[in-house]
């Protein structure tokens, strides 16, 4: 039986939510001072009981983390939210992994985008009906074209069908400086209804629908702005 002086408590925690850890009496500094690096921890007191951990971090290092503990025989107990968030990254890389192990192309689409409904209007090339396919069939997914490919045009194409199916209504784009004119100039070709698109700066419009955010602005200090708003809505992440 595990003690429970033994065990690292985890749970989602904080607005954005984060992994918080606790440590129990008896978990060996060894395994302890190990976690910081490892998995992101954003503070890294290695005397503290308590560590913020980023979900991503976490998510990551999950595999690692699990050997870690049986190392040292540590145990972690998990709150409901953090289970269901591991269990739905093993259902995730599951998906990817049939996918991309079959020579089928999944299931033809039926939402909007691929009829041509909603607001796409855009003809897409049969290459990129295969890309959109794809897309669509996975909870994440990722393309990785050669440029000129018209991703940005699959993209657009994937969130409106995500959009029209109920599934998101807000579009977040984070990316380089550079690659901005495209996403405003593909819009224009995509959509018969323009959405309404805004650079981020230091504040959001009530009405805006495609957020563009480059790099350098993912900071503490507009972090909490923009998750607010990503969190306000049901949003697509590019």
């Known amino acids: 039986m595990d003690s429970p002086g033994r065990t690292v408590s985890a749970a989602l925690a904080g607005d954005p ?9 008896a978990v ?5 001072t190990a976690l910081p690096v490892r998995l992101g921890a954003r503070s890294r ?3 503290s009981a308590t560590l913020q951990v980023p979900i991503e ?33 093993v259902d995730e890389h599951d998906e990817v992994a049939r996918l ?13 985008a691929d009829r041509r409904a909603g607001r796409f209007v855009r003809a897409l090339r049969e290459f990129q009906r295969r890309d959109l396919e794809k897309l669509l069939a996975l909870s994440h997914g990722a393309n990785f074209s050669v440029p000129g490919a018209g991703k940005t045009a699959v993209a657009y194409a994937t969130y409106e069908a995500e959009r029209q199916r109920g599934r998101v209504d807000r579009l977040l784009i984070i990316g380089p400086i550079s690659s901005f004119d ?3 100039s593909e819009a224009v070709t995509c959509f ?18 495609v957020l563009l955010v480059n790099y350098q602005r993912l900071t503490d200090v507009h972090l909490p702005a923009l998750a607010r708003w990503a969190m ?3 949003t697509h992440l590019i």
Not at 100 to 112: F, I, L, V, Y
Request: aromatic share 12%; glycine share 8%.
């Open 17 to 25: 939510p984060v992994v918080r850890l606790v440590r129990g009496s």
């Open 182 to 184: 495209a996403w405003r």
């Open 28 to 32: 060996p500094d060894n395994f302890w």
């Open 57 to 89: 971090g976490f998510l990551a290092a999950r595999a690692w983390l699990r050997a870690h503990c049986i190392s040292y025989s540590v145990s972690i107990t998990f709150d409901d939210g953090l289970r269901a968030l591991l269990q739905r990254a």
């Open 192 to 209: 018969g209804e323009l959405p309404s698109i805004q650079r981020y700066s230091d504040a959001i419009g009530w009405d805006t629908e």
């Open 45 to 47: 007191r290695y005397d």
């Open 100 to 112: 991309t192990s079959s020579q089928e192309r999944p299931h033809p689409t039926t939402g909007p």
């Open 232 to 234: 306000a809505g049901r």
